[in-house]
């Protein structure tokens, strides 16, 4: 089956979260286990980012081509049971990626990289009208990301979206799924406001492609890139900045081990005012492409009149001081002084409750300011016990997953369900074992079939070391699907949480967030449950009918329908109610298909969740067999390339020496 896409070439987009497996070592993608080695691919990509988008870049210079003419003798076997790419699915339009031959539009020559240093401009000058027309941006392949439809974002602010949570523009599928959703270029348009400055939060960057996105009069305008890359990867991160004078760089401190910087948010400061932007999307292309993506765009936040308290301009769901002192745990001046910007405007418009993570150990009252325990305290305090809603089922969704323990009692059904089950102030909440659980998480079919093809499987990890020791938290994933906003083949690295009536009809609350499913991310108790221990930074927003006049959140059954829904009817991104694997859908492995390989001491078995997956596995496996040679002393090491291989373009595999 053709897939629509605009990757031709295998390009990988990897995990923007690090595997925290405690016990064992990161796994790196050896770069001896490409089929090609030039100069670029060894380089690799000129953004800093983890090892997996690494192997995506390299995997983009040097793409794997199902193709008979390349294929040697060794494989005549393999060449009869192949069927066309067509009828696999692997067939994919010619890439439109980004050409960098015609250089780098608004870039400055040289400059020095600036650390902790932000300068905002102290007089505003006269404010733009909201009729008044941006310059016209040539339309050129380095801007091909924006938006095909003209869409006017005045409108699609204003009452057609009273929950502000939108979805980022699909490249590949039918327009009317892209009415009214968010490109980063509409973001960062003129017509939301005259930019001043602004501070980008994220984990992984591309500052070429990040400064085409926005508008040539404020490519020159001040940049903080708010960030938690170490030693080399500081080091090209800087290297990248260095050609832009107005770039400043804060390196997020990450003291305990296996933790990232994911938190994914702008700060844009405006003559008109302020505006805070909470998503789920990388700062790199891939991720505003082809991928489903959330974004909760807040109100534009007026300045205070001069003089007025410090205690003025918050909302009733105190997001002002929250976001202050989130801004605060990097203790870095640079983001004191976004923090004392943010205190000069009015947010008490915002109707969405903050839920971060910030790296450290927290106990007694502090316990509940980060993690699960802060979205338990929210649940808890601005919600009502409804004897109903006590056996209402909880929906995780999310793109990547952690070492969770054992079994279920470890983590998952104890403290973070307990967290997502509280209903009022009652304390502990009764009968939660009784609580449905769903996880969505993509099947290999879902990856297959998407608009990426396998390359997407590379944003889904799920270690295979991991994996293996939690065999028991199969039996809660669930395929994805997502027709109603016709993203089934945009594969998610939107990350969201919920519950839900029995009926899928009703929803009691709603969380778009950048944690995936980790104890990394959301915390884990120590010290007989007496200490939090976070390693991560993340960042999401809560959304509780209370604050919107609402007993509950009415889900909306087609979030792009032509037949008008109510506006306060919640437009989840994807099918409920969800649908359990099936015996043949798996996100990791279901039938076993046994491949032996010989060679300088090489024999493996190789478990794969189908027999198209195995076909196309074993081709590649070959392929950089024949490619990186056998003439090892060691036996191990064949196995490795073999296979640091597999997992670059996305498959899931279990494998042992025999």
């Known amino acids: 089956m053709t897939q629509e896409s605009s990757y031709g070439k295998w390009t990988i987009s990897s995990s923007d979260e690090s595997e925290e497996d405690e016990k064992t070592n990161l796994e790196k993608p050896s770069t001896s286990s490409l089929p090609s080695f030039g100069r670029d691919v060894l380089n690799g990509p000129g953004y800093t980012c983890s090892d997996a988008r690494k192997a995506a870049y390299r995997r983009k210079l040097s793409p794997v081509k199902f193709d008979s003419k390349n294929s040697s003798s060794e494989m005549s076997s393999l060449k009869r049971q192949k069927s066309s790419q067509e009828d696999l699915g692997w067939c994919l339009?010619?890439?439109?990626?980004?050409?960098?031959?015609?250089?780098?539009?608004?870039?400055?020559?040289?400059?020095?990289?600036?650390?902790?240093?932000?300068?905002?401009?102290?007089?505003?000058?006269?404010?733009?009208?909201?009729?008044?027309?941006?310059?016209?941006?040539?339309?050129?392949?380095?801007?091909?990301?924006?938006?095909?439809?003209?869409?006017?974002?005045?409108?699609?602010?204003?009452?057609?979206?009273?929950?502000?949570?939108?979805?980022?523009?699909?490249?590949?599928?039918?327009?009317?799924?892209?009415?009214?959703?968010?490109h980063i270029k509409d973001i960062l348009s003129p017509l939301f406001g005259t930019l001043l400055s602004s501070a980008q939060f994220n984990y992984c960057f591309d500052i070429d492609w990040l400064i085409r996105q926005y508008p040539l009069e404020f490519r020159k305008k001040p940049i903080l890139l708010v960030h938690g890359d170490k030693r080399e990867a500081k080091a090209r991160l800087q290297e990248q900045a260095k050609p832009y004078e107005n770039i400043s760089l804060c390196q997020a401190k990450l003291d305990i081990a296996f933790g990232t910087h994911h938190t994914k948010m702008?700060?844009?400061?405006?003559?008109?005012?302020?505006?805070?932007?909470?998503?789920?999307?990388?700062?790199?292309?891939a991720d505003w492409h082809q991928k489903t993506q959330g974004i909760w765009l807040s109100p534009l936040y007026p300045r205070l009149p001069y003089g007025t308290p410090s205690t003025s301009g918050e909302s009733s769901t105190n997001f002002k001081s929250d976001l202050i002192r989130y801004l605060m745990t990097y203790n870095a001046p640079s983001l004191k002084e976004w923090a004392d910007i943010i205190q000069e405007h009015d947010l008490s418009e915002t109707r969405v409750y903050l839920i971060g993570s910030t790296p450290g150990r927290f106990q007694g009252s502090h316990k509940e300011d980060w993690g699960h325990f802060r979205l338990r305290k929210l649940l808890k305090e601005h919600t009502s016990l409804v004897p109903e809603q006590q056996s209402w089922p909880i929906v995780g969704?999310?793109?990547?997953?952690?070492?969770?323990?054992?079994?279920?009692?470890?983590?998952?059904?104890?403290?973070?369900?307990?967290?997502?089950?509280?209903?009022?102030?009652?304390?502990?909440?009764?009968?939660?074992?009784?609580?449905?659980?769903?996880?969505?998480?993509?099947?290999?079919?879902?990856?297959?079939?998407?608009?990426?093809?396998?390359?997407?499987?590379?944003?889904?990890?799920?270690?295979?070391?991991?994996?293996?020791?939690?065999?028991?938290?199969?039996?809660?994933?669930?395929?994805?699907?997502?027709?109603?906003?016709?993203?089934?083949?945009?594969?998610?690295?939107?990350?969201?949480?919920?519950?839900?009536?029995?009926?899928?009809?009703?929803?009691?609350?709603?969380?778009v967030t950048s944690a995936n499913l980790s104890k990394a991310a959301w915390g884990a108790l120590e010290k007989n449950g007496t200490q939090l221990m976070i390693r991560s930074y993340e960042l999401g927003v809560l959304f509780l009918p209370s604050t919107f006049g609402m007993d509950t959140f009415k889900v909306k059954k087609k979030v792009f329908s032509e037949n008008r829904e109510p506006v306060t009817s919640f437009p989840v991104p994807y099918d409920l109610p969800p649908n359990i694997y099936d015996s043949k859908a798996s996100s990791r492995s279901s039938g076993k298909t046994k491949v032996k390989m010989t060679g300088d001491g090489l024999r493996c078995r190789m478990t794969l969740a189908s027999s198209v997956s195995a076909l196309y596995a074993l081709h590649v496996a070959l392929v950089a067999f024949m490619t990186v040679g056998i003439n090892c002393s060691h036996p191990l090491i064949p196995v490795r390339k073999v296979f640091s291989?597999?997992?670059?373009?996305?498959?899931?595999?279990?494998?042992?020496?025999i």
């Open 93 to 182: 339009s010619s890439s439109d990626e980004e050409s960098h031959l015609n250089g780098r539009s608004g870039q400055p020559q040289k400059g020095t990289v600036k650390e902790e240093k932000c300068t905002f401009p102290k007089e505003p000058s006269k404010p733009i009208p909201r009729d008044s027309h941006p310059p016209v941006i040539p339309k050129s392949q380095l801007d091909y990301e924006a938006s095909d439809e003209s869409q006017e974002p005045w409108d699609l602010l204003e009452e057609k979206n009273p929950f502000r949570f939108y979805l980022t523009k699909v490249s590949g599928i039918m327009p009317k799924y892209n009415a009214g959703v968010l």
């Open 266 to 285: 702008m700060l844009l400061l405006y003559e008109e005012g302020l505006r805070v932007v909470i998503h789920t999307s990388n700062l790199i292309q």
């Open 397 to 511: 969704q999310f793109s990547s997953i952690g070492s969770l323990g054992a079994d279920e009692s470890k983590w998952l059904c104890a403290e973070f369900k307990e967290s997502l089950v509280v209903l009022g102030n009652c304390g502990k909440s009764q009968g939660q074992q009784d609580v449905p659980l769903y996880l969505i998480y993509p099947t290999v079919e879902n990856v297959r079939k998407s608009l990426e093809g396998y390359p997407a499987g590379g944003s889904l990890p799920y270690s295979l070391q991991t994996a293996e020791k939690q065999l028991w938290l199969h039996s809660y994933f669930h395929k994805w699907s997502a027709e109603t906003s016709g993203r089934s083949h945009a594969m998610p690295h939107i990350k969201t949480y919920m519950r839900l009536s029995p009926d899928f009809a009703k929803m009691a609350w709603f969380l």
């Open 645 to 657: 291989c597999l997992r670059i373009i996305g498959m899931p595999i279990i494998y042992r020496q």
